[in-house]
Nanobody, 127 residues
């Protein structure tokens, strides 16, 4: 069974940058679209960005466009989220996830389309 492990979350100041990583084990992710989501207590899980299995197609939530960049290295079985110009409202637990079906043509922002999830990594942005 695929296991996803996020890393890189920490406390940063507003305006700073950070890169999150999502490493997979127990299987290959090169056939699956992947996504980043985030969640704060008391709120629903929010879509951040998604990337196609090949890495050739990406999709961002509107509030992340221009600040966040999703990428993947299939040879390393790892996905990344580069976050720039961080804001206090970016504070959340960030999760990575893999699509439930392989080689899907469309990128989905809905969390229920993703099957495997990591345990999350905490990002805190101070003002």
């Amino acid at each position: 069974q695929v296991q996803l492990v996020e890393s890189g979350g920490k406390l940063v100041q507003a305006g700073g940058s950070l890169r999150l990583s999502c490493a997979a084990s127990g299987g290959t992710l090169s056939s699956y679209n992947m996504g980043w989501f985030r969640q704060v207590p008391g709120k629903e899980r929010e879509f951040v960005a998604a990337i196609s299995w090949s890495g050739g197609n990406v999709h961002y939530a509107d509030s992340m466009k221009g600040r966040f960049t999703i990428s993947r290295d299939n040879a390393k079985n790892t996905m990344y989220l580069q976050m720039n110009s961080l804001k206090p409202e970016d504070t959340a637990v960030y999760y990575c996830a893999s699509d439930s079906s392989s080689y899907r043509a469309r990128l989905y922002p809905e969390h229920w389309m993703y099957e495997y999830w990591g345990q999350g990594t905490q990002l805190t942005v101070s003002s």
